[in-house]
């Protein structure tokens, strides 16, 4: 049964850099999009960005110029940096995973989640 | 469009139907995804595609759609359905996921 477990610090004062990885345990890396997903206290999920095995990113428009999704195929890891944080970053963040599928129409859904990590940006 | 909109609230009785709606221009394309979150929890798939649920969710969950408007239907309504319900979607040019802003669920 696939599973992600995830990691990072968890607390970060404004201006640094966010840092937190994926493992993805008990499947293949190859033929999904993985992504991450944040949920800011009290409010609701926020989809992040996403990358698939072979690299190929994409990202929220608002967060764009400062996310950066890596992968690392040999760990079977995925990992999330996002740069110059502030008070409005402090979030519970999941990594998961997502696959397409054609029905009449496409679909996209995400599966497998991480338990979440929580992120507080404070000075 | 890039947004998917919801109800912030929606209540049922114990034991009855009710349901929840998620409404954009993208679901004119792509069939929405369905997740169940309760508190201090991941959340949950619970609807995919057209009208597939995982392995593990009940039978009373559904989902359809029509136009830009996709549904959950949750018949028979139990204490423990009592959550956040979230929709998702590729935005419309197919590059990005967008989620709808929650449905909280009360079960009275």
């Known amino acids: 049964q696939v599973q992600l477990q995830q990691w990072g610090a968890g607390l970060l004062k404004p201006s640094e850099t966010l840092s937190l990885t994926c493992a993805v345990y008990?499947?293949?890396?190859?033929?999904?999009?993985w992504s991450w997903i944040r949920q800011p206290p009290g409010k609701g999920l926020e989809w992040i960005g996403e990358?698939?095995?072979?690299?190929?990113?994409n990202y929220t428009p608002s967060l764009k110029s400062r996310v950066t999704i890596a992968v690392d195929t040999s760990k079977s890891q995925f990992s999330l940096k996002l740069s110059s944080v502030t008070a409005a970053d402090t979030a519970v963040y999941y990594c998961?995973?997502?696959?397409?599928?054609?029905?009449?129409?496409?679909?996209?859904?995400?599966?497998?989640w991480g338990k979440g990590t929580t992120v507080t940006v404070s000075s | 469009s890039s947004e998917l909109t919801q109800d912030p609230a929606v209540s049922v009785a114990l034991g009855q139907t009710v349901r929840i709606t998620c409404q954009g221009d993208?679901?004119?394309?792509?069939?929405a995804s369905w997740y169940q979150q309760k508190p201090g929890q991941a959340p949950l798939l619970v609807i995919y595609?057209?009208?597939n649920r995982p392995s593990g969710i009940p039978d009373r969950f559904s989902g359809s759609s029509s136009g830009n408007t996709a549904s959950l239907t949750i018949t028979g309504a139990q204490a423990e359905d009592e959550a956040d319900y979230y929709c998702?979607?590729?935005?419309?040019?197919?590059?990005?996921?967008?989620f709808g802003g929650g449905t909280k669920l009360t079960v009275l």
């Open positions: 998961a995973r997502g696959r397409y599928g054609i029905s009449d129409y496409y679909y996209y859904y995400m599966d497998v």
């Open positions: 008990g499947e293949s890396f190859s033929g999904y999009y």
């Open positions: 990358i698939n095995h072979s690299g190929i990113t």
């Open positions: 993208s679901l004119r394309s792509y069939y």
């Open positions: 595609g057209k009208n």
């Open positions: 998702n979607s590729r935005d419309s040019s197919g590059d990005h996921l967008v």
